[in-house]
Nanobody, 125 residues
Framework: QVQLVESGGGLVQAGGSLRLSCAAS????????LGWFRQAPGKEREFVAAIRRSGDSTNYADSVKGRFTISRDNAKNTVYLQMNSLRSEDTAVYYCAAGRWTRVVDTRPSSYDYWGQGTQVTVSS
C-alpha cells in the first residue's frame, strides 16, 4: 500500500502560480512512477503530468506544457507540481497518483495503482 496526501491547493488569480505537493508513505517511494491528474466539475479525470521513478523522464499534457513542471524528491518521498501562468480553465481538483509499473507516456488513470484524496485549485479570472 502507498498512501498519498496532496497539499498546496487554493485560490489564485489568473496569471499567478501555485506549487502542489504530494507526500507518500508506505512502500518504497522510488519504485513508483508518479502522476498528477485533475478533474473539473462535470468532466472526466484528465492527465496533467507524470515523472519516471528515477526522475529522468517526464510527460505533460499539451494544455499545461511550458507552464507546469513536475518534479520529485525521492529522499523526501514527495512529488511536486509547479504551476505557473495559471488560467481559469486550470480550475479543478488535482490528484496525485502512484503506479508500480506505469510508463510516463501512459496517460490513463487506470494505469495508476494508488491515489490521493485531491486538493482544490481555483483560478479566478
Amino acid at each position: 500500500q502507498v498512501q498519498l496526501v496532496e497539499s498546496g491547493g487554493g485560490l489564485v488569480q489568473a496569471g499567478g502560480s501555485l506549487r502542489l505537493s504530494c507526500a507518500a508513505s508506505g512502500r518504497t517511494f522510488s519504485n513508483y512512477a508518479l502522476g498528477w491528474f485533475r478533474q473539473a466539475p462535470g468532466k472526466e479525470r484528465e492527465f496533467v503530468a507524470a515523472i519516471r521513478r528515477s526522475g529522468d523522464s517526464t510527460n505533460y499534457a499539451d494544455s499545461v506544457k511550458g507552464r507546469f513542471t513536475i518534479s520529485r524528491d525521492n529522499a523526501k518521498n514527495t512529488v511536486y507540481l509547479q504551476m505557473n501562468s495559471l488560467r481559469s480553465e486550470d480550475t479543478a481538483v488535482y490528484y496525485c497518483a502512484a503506479g508500480r509499473w506505469t510508463r510516463v507516456v501512459d496517460t490513463r488513470p487506470s494505469s495508476y495503482d494508488y491515489w490521493g484524496q485531491g486538493t482544490q485549485v481555483t483560478v479566478s479570472s
